[in-house]
């Protein structure tokens, strides 16, 4: 399986809502990355969790707060988002090893977000 | 200062043509260098992934180079298809794998 999965695929919520995004890979691989991405920009790094630890906050409003219940899940949990926010937020894995964003990335479709 | 510089910004082909898609860096110390296609609205797909002591690398009609004495790589697309329309992204890794700096993309159609 070399697959990443992203659930929901689309997710629409008010300001004062709490949802959460859902990330998972099978590939045994211990780095996972959660990134946003506005229309026609590159990625940009948020969190990088590397053996199930948090490795990398990219300076990251609280707003979101990842979590990774163990090696093959990762969630961002959202809450008091802001319309700016609304974006594609993109899941990925790679091999967990010294020099972890040296391995090759597999990302996930992606979930669009959208803040009203 | 890291950065990944793309062009050009967009481009336009005709089906059956070939292009060549420029990426040039200013990122130290230099561990690889990948080009991904990112189709609208879903994840970045990987297309290679070099270091530095390879100079091309292939996948299927895509062939990319890295120069790195100039610090510049290019993505060659053959026989281009209506499937090849995305966005192509060049990203560096830097350090000793814990940085990544992407560059804006080369958004490409391909028409009939």
């Known amino acids: 399986d070399t697959e990443v999965t992203q659930t929901p695929k689309h997710l629409v919520m008010g300001m004062t809502n709490k949802k959460s995004l859902k990330c998972e890979q099978h590939m045994g691989h211990r780095a996972m990355y959660w990134y946003k991405q506005k229309a026609k920009k590159p990625p940009e790094l948020m969190f990088v969790y590397s053996y199930e630890k948090l490795s990398i906050n990219e300076s990251v409003p609280s707003r979101f707060s990842p979590e990774c219940p163990n090696s093959s899940l990762l969630n961002l949990h959202l809450h008091a988002l802001q319309p700016e926010d609304s974006a594609l937020y993109l899941c990925?894995?790679?091999?967990?090893?010294?020099?972890?964003?040296?391995?090759?990335?597999?990302f996930g479709p992606g979930t669009r977000l959208t803040v009203l | 200062k890291n950065q990944v510089e793309q062009s050009p910004q967009s481009l336009i082909i005709l089906e059956g043509k070939n292009c060549t898609l420029q990426?040039?860096?200013?990122?130290?110390?230099?561990?690889?260098l990948r080009w991904y296609k990112q189709d609208t609205g879903r994840g970045p797909v990987s297309l290679t992934i070099?270091?530095?002591?390879?100079n091309t690398k292939s996948n299927g009609r895509y062939t990319a180079t890295l120069d790195a004495d100039t610090k510049q790589s290019s993505l060659h697309i053959t026989a281009s298809q209506l499937s090849d329309s995305a966005s192509y992204i060049c990203v560096v890794t830097a350090g000793y794998g814990n940085k990544l700096v992407f560059g804006a993309g080369t958004i490409l159609r391909v028409k009939s």
């Open positions: 070099m270091t530095f002591s390879e």
């Open positions: 990426c040039n860096y200013t990122v130290s110390p230099f561990s690889n």
């Open positions: 990925a894995s790679s091999q967990g090893s010294y020099g972890t964003m040296m391995h090759e990335q597999f």
